[in-house]
C-alpha cells in the first residue's frame, strides 16, 4: 500500500524576521508538528452507505518557520472531497472532544480564525482556512494539497500567535480500495457465519512505498521531509467488529460520545462506535516517518454463499428422496 506524504520548505534567514513587523518568534523555540489522522470506517445497520473517510490534523507550532507545506495523497481525490473543517470548532462541545481542553472559537475583524485552549493559559491557535489552500492532482494518479504560510507569517495580523492547526476531511471512495485489503479465509465455503476481515494499512513518510519522481521533484523544489513530534491514530470501528491492534504505542480503546454525530454531520445516530487510538511521541529525535497496521474483522452477508447454501440443500432434498423411493420403499413393500 502507498504512502501518504508531508514536506515543507523553509523560508530564507532574511525572511525569517521581517524588519517591518516585530515577529514573536523565538531563537530558542524549535519547529515541531505533530499529526492527527482519523479513520472512519463507521458502515453498519445505521450507516450502510458510508464509505470509509479520513480526517486530518496538523498542529504546527512555530509556524513562521514554514514557507509551505505539502500533503500528498497517494490516490487521486476530487476538489469536492477535501473538505475544511474548521467550522466545527464554533460549536464549542466538538472543540472541547477534539482537543480535550475548554475551547474557545473566535473569528477576528480580519476573518482569522482562533481558537483558545483556556486549560493551558489561554493558548491561542490559529485555525487555517482551507479555501486558501491549493489542491492539484499529481503524478500518476495522486493528489497534492499545497499550504501557503508564507502569507500568514508576512500578515501583521497574526504576529501574536505561534500555532498554527489545519483540519481538513478527506472523502474518497478510492479510499476503501487503497487503504483497505480483504483477506479471504482458508475455509471460507465451510464456516458456519459470514465474515469479512480486512487489514488497514495506514503510512507515511515511508520512502520505499512512494512514487521515487516525487522525492526527486520536492527535493528539487528544496522542499524536505516533515518529521513529528508526536503523531495520534484513531480508527472508529463499529462495536460489534473485532479490532486486532498491532505495536506498543496503542493506549485505549473509548466508546465515542454522541456529540461526535454533530461533527459528523450525520443524518442518523452514530451508535455503538469504538475509537481505537495509537499515540506515538519521538524520544531522542523527531520522528522521521509512520506506519501503523489494524486488522478489523466484521460480519458480513454474501448472497452468492447463501444461494449455494440453498441450492445445495435443495439438491440433498431431492437426492435424499431419490434414494429413499429407489431402495427404501421396494425394502418395506411400499
Avoid at 486530518?56 to 507550532?61: D, R, T
Avoid at 504576529?159 to 485489503?181: A, G, P, T, V
Wanted: with cysteine.
Amino acid at each position: 500500500m502507498k504512502s501518504f506524504g508531508i514536506w515543507y520548505s523553509s523560508p530564507d534567514i532574511q525572511e525569517h524576521h521581517p524588519v517591518e513587523h516585530s515577529s514573536p518568534v523565538s531563537a530558542e523555540k524549535e519547529l515541531e508538528l505533530d499529526l492527527h489522522i482519523n479513520l472512519w470506517d463507521i458502515s453498519g445497520k445505521r450507516a450502510k452507505s458510508v464509505a470509509p473517510f479520513i480526517d486530518i490534523g496538523l498542529n504546527i507550532s512555530e509556524f513562521r518557520k514554514i514557507d509551505k507545506l505539502c500533503f500528498l495523497i497517494p490516490f487521486e481525490v476530487d476538489k469536492s472531497g477535501i473538505v475544511d473543517l474548521t467550522d466545527t470548532f464554533e460549536k464549542r462541545s466538538i472543540a472541547n472532544l477534539i482537543f480535550n481542553d475548554d475551547c474557545r472559537f473566535t473569528r477576528n475583524e480580519n476573518g482569522f480564525c482562533v481558537l483558545e485552549l483556556m486549560e493551558h493559559e489561554g493558548k491561542k491557535k490559529l485555525l487555517y482556512n482551507m479555501a486558501e489552500a491549493e489542491v492539484d492532482f499529481w503524478n500518476k494518479d495522486e493528489t497534492m494539497i499545497t499550504f501557503d504560510l508564507k502569507v500568514l507569517r508576512e500578515d501583521s495580523v497574526c504576529d501574536e500567535f505561534h500555532d498554527l492547526y489545519i483540519r481538513f476531511r478527506i472523502l474518497s471512495d478510492r479510499i476503501k480500495e487503497e487503504l483497505f485489503c480483504n483477506i479471504k479465509s482458508k475455509n471460507w465455503f465451510l464456516e458456519s457465519g459470514f465474515t469479512s476481515t480486512q487489514v488497514v494499512d495506514i503510512k507515511v513518510n515511508k520512502k520505499r512505498n512512494m512514487n521515487e519522481e516525487d522525492i526527486k521533484e520536492m527535493r528539487r523544489n528544496k522542499f524536505q521531509f516533515a518529521e513529528f513530534n508526536k503523531v495520534h491514530f484513531l480508527v472508529m470501528e463499529p462495536a460489534g467488529n473485532d479490532v486486532e491492534v498491532f505495536g506498543k504505542d496503542f493506549i485505549e480503546c473509548r466508546k465515542l460520545e454522541s456529540e461526535w454525530g454533530e461533527y459528523l454531520k450525520l443524518n442518523f445516530e452514530l451508535g455503538d462506535i469504538l475509537a481505537y487510538h495509537w499515540k506515538t511521541v519521538s524520544e531522542s529525535e523527531q520522528l522521521k516517518e509512520y506506519a501503523q497496521m489494524v486488522k478489523v474483522t466484521s460480519a458480513a452477508t454474501s448472497w452468492f454463499i447463501i444461494i449455494v447454501y440453498m441450492l445445495v440443500v435443495v439438491a440433498l432434498g431431492i437426492l435424499t428422496n431419490s434414494l429413499f423411493a429407489a431402495f427404501v420403499q421396494p425394502l418395506l413393500g411400499l
